[in-house]
């Protein structure tokens, strides 16, 4: 974890040209993302660096570990503290709001899914999202079959009950939460990136965008835009729906959507 940045550096690692402007309207928000930007997950990290330790075990014993998630006897400590966390929901959570949210999210079916790929292209445009995947060689290949991973993911931890603890969308959450460690610690410790100027790669601000504007918000706007109405009721058990996701993935509690 580095210093957070000034604005002017918040602004040069995201790009954004209207940062001073938010920063004046809405200071402890905007300082928040700021700090969020050199900010990975603790939790996650943890288990990655365990797992290149030689304590550590294989790759496919530590994400086999989700299926079973309140079997911990013989697991190294990282991965029990990871497991121990992610099995305990925050007290904000209420299981039948996350139930009546996929259920209204559904209500439209394919239909709302397809928003989707709308915010996956208005996202690609975002650097801070795209400089990974530059790192890493993936922005050019294997794009299409990540949009379709992407979209099956949404899928899946949408869908009713899927989410519940031990579940297989809770399950796939919690992949792909340790697929962005292992995809942070490669690009910090092998590959030289730089966080003074780009900040942590896939840090706790862009998962805060990601979860609160390209799967909230943004697929929302859009479906609107496509003549699809929610109540408010139903708007608020989405919202409370992404905010479980969410915590899951990893995104620290105050960066959460709450209405």
Do not use: K
């Amino acid at each position: 974890c580095s210093r957070q940045p000034t604005p002017e550096e918040a602004a040069r690692i995201t790009g954004a040209r209207n940062w001073a402007e938010m920063r004046a309207e809405h200071p402890e928000r905007v300082d928040a993302m700021a700090a969020g930007l050199v900010r990975g997950d603790l939790l996650a990290d943890a288990v990655v660096a365990e797992f290149f330790s030689p304590a550590g075990l294989s790759w496919e014993r530590t994400v086999g570990a989700l299926d079973s998630p309140y079997r911990t006897e013989g697991l190294p400590p990282a991965l029990t503290a990871f497991l121990s966390a992610a099995t305990t929901p925050p007290p904000w959570y209420d299981a039948s709001l996350v139930r009546a949210g996929a259920a209204a999210w559904w209500r439209f079916g394919s239909l709302q899914s397809s928003t989707l790929y709308q915010s996956l292209i208005y996202g690609y445009q975002a650097r801070g999202f795209t400089r990974p995947l530059v790192e890493t060689g993936r922005l050019t290949t294997g794009t299409w079959d990540r949009v379709i991973s992407t979209a099956r993911w949404v899928a899946l931890a949408t869908a009713p009950d899927m989410m519940n603890v031990g579940g297989p969308g809770w399950v796939e959450t919690l992949r792909i939460r340790l697929v962005h460690s292992m995809v942070r610690h490669h690009l910090i410790e092998r590959q030289g990136w730089d966080t003074a100027a780009w900040g942590v790669p896939i840090n706790q601000t862009y998962s805060q965008f990601t979860i609160t504007a390209g799967f909230l918000a943004l697929p929302l706007r859009i479906a609107r835009d496509l003549g699809l109405r929610y109540s408010q009721a139903e708007l608020e058990a989405i919202t409370h729906l992404w905010r479980w996701i969410g915590a899951t993935m990893g995104v620290e509690d105050q960066l959460l959507p709450t209405d």
